[in-house]
């Protein structure tokens, strides 16, 4: 189908881009890679009024390590993070997991922030900033919000995003002394995830979990960070059974929906299936 | 409407376009390019794939405004002085396609994912080639191909480097 009628600004520069937002109030879109808003828009379930494109603007591709973070800005594409941009593991892990998001053409156009903006529950990077306490940093005329990750999805493609607001960039923690695991189901190779995990973990000397994360997509209306399970670890031994035990919890927890792809019943085995196989990735490469 | 120059195939052409006008349809309607064809109209099938700037790109997920100032390259660009690319004749060569309805944005898709990369192994173009849909279902073929192409690709440019 055909989107509805909207007027198109090439923006200049972001305050440009800002005050565009702020005069429509409500009815204008940003324009990034547009690999999820497009199609919204030819199904008609977008109708803006305003297209505000970020594009034209010259210095928001940047991604680069600022401190104990990994800092990536607006228009920094998925492809863009193929190439780890540093050797510290967070970078590693975006390029691991950058790789299954979406197909070539998606991933040379589509953007990190953008996927996070979309907040489709089965993408790749929310659960990657669930899991890394990404911070999301949001820009609008008022001023700049700084979102921990844990405040930013809502539900079902919603976000704590105001609609004058821009993500202009997203903050990472750097991973210093933890490994990390990944593991994604998907019907082909670069379609959404069935359901995905991401696992990181720090052992002590004394062979005992420090930290573990364990975060899910596809397995609620948001992507999960499943608290429960981590704190089954935390202390312990990571012997097969703890870890067996984590995954369980982490089943246990969520509440995923049926749908024409698969069954609530086998969305639950593969988040257990799957964080199990994450956190043995993870801890395989700990040890 | 907004005025926007689309330099396609290596000419540059002066347009007036909607906003919401896609690139596929500007390129369909407006310039009478039919070679690039329209599927699902929502990223979904590929069909419409052409390159802006090299990168292969669903031309329904662009609007024309936004490619002011790109080079975008159309299945009709591809030939040059009567000799076909050589992902074209590599589809040829394998029967890689049979209604043709997928074969430009196939043959586009391969052509922008191998000519930034022609060491391509069998998995990587299996796994680029799941970005388009063929309804004939001729994936073995159309596998076939990207496989030849691929290897044309690679020694042709080895010559080039010679």
Request: with cysteine; proline share 4%; net charge negative.
């Amino acid at each position: 189908m055909k989107p509805s009628s909207f007027e198109y600004l090439a923006a200049r520069d972001i305050d440009e881009a800002l005050g565009a937002l702020a005069e429509h109030d409500g009815e204008a879109k940003v324009l990034a890679g547009g690999q999820s808003l497009v199609p919204a828009m030819n199904f008609r379930l977008a109708t803006p009024s305003l297209l505000v494109d970020l594009n034209p603007i010259g210095d928001l591709a940047g991604v680069e390590v600022s401190g104990d973070e990994l800092v990536i800005q607006a228009l920094v594409r998925h492809v863009d993070l193929e190439v780890p941009a540093s050797t510290d593991a967070t970078s590693i892990l975006l390029a691991r997991v950058a790789r299954l998001v979406g197909h070539l053409p998606i991933r040379m156009r589509g953007t990190f922030a953008g996927s996070l903006a979309h907040a489709d529950p089965a993408a790749e990077w929310c659960m990657v900033a669930a899991a890394l306490d990404a911070t999301i940093v949001a820009r609008s005329l008022r001023g700049t919000r700084r979102i921990p990750a844990s405040e930013f999805f809502d539900g079902l493609f919603t976000t704590a995003l105001e609609a004058d607001e821009i993500i202009t960039e997203v903050r990472l923690p750097l991973l210093r002394n933890a490994s990390f695991g990944f593991r994604e189901k998907s019907q082909t190779a670069g379609d959404f995830a069935t359901v995905a995990t991401v696992a990181t973990c720090s052992v002590g000397d004394a062979g005992v979990v420090a930290d573990v994360r364990l975060a899910l997509a596809g397995a609620a209306s948001t992507p999960v960070r499943a608290k429960r399970a981590e704190s089954l670890l935390v202390g312990k031994e990571p012997t097969p059974d703890a870890l067996a035990a984590v995954a369980r919890a982490a089943a246990e927890d969520v509440d995923p929906i049926s749908d024409a792809n698969c069954s609530a019943d086998y969305r639950r085995h593969l988040v257990e299936v799957l964080s199990r196989r994450a956190l043995d990735d993870a801890l395989g490469a700990a040890s | 409407m907004t005025s926007v120059t689309l330099e396609v195939n290596g000419r540059s052409h002066d347009l007036e376009v909607e906003p919401r006008r896609t690139l596929a349809d500007a390129l369909r309607e407006d310039l009478g390019l039919h070679g690039t064809h329209l599927g699902c109209e929502h990223g979904v099938c590929g069909a419409c794939t052409v390159l802006v700037n090299g990168a292969p790109t669903r031309a329904c997920l662009v609007f024309a405004v936004q490619c002011s100032g790109s080079r975008i390259t159309t299945i009709e660009g591809l030939a040059s002085d009567g000799t076909l690319h050589p992902v074209q004749q590599a589809f040829i060569d394998n029967f890689g396609l049979q209604c043709g309805f997928c074969t430009p944005g196939f043959i586009m898709l391969l052509v922008g994912a191998l000519e930034a990369k022609p060491d391509r192994n069998d998995d990587e173009l299996i796994e680029i080639l799941a970005s388009n849909l063929c309804r004939c279902t001729g994936y073995r073929s159309i596998l076939e191909a990207a496989k030849q192409a691929a290897v044309d690709l690679r020694s042709a440019a080895a010559k080039t480097a010679k």
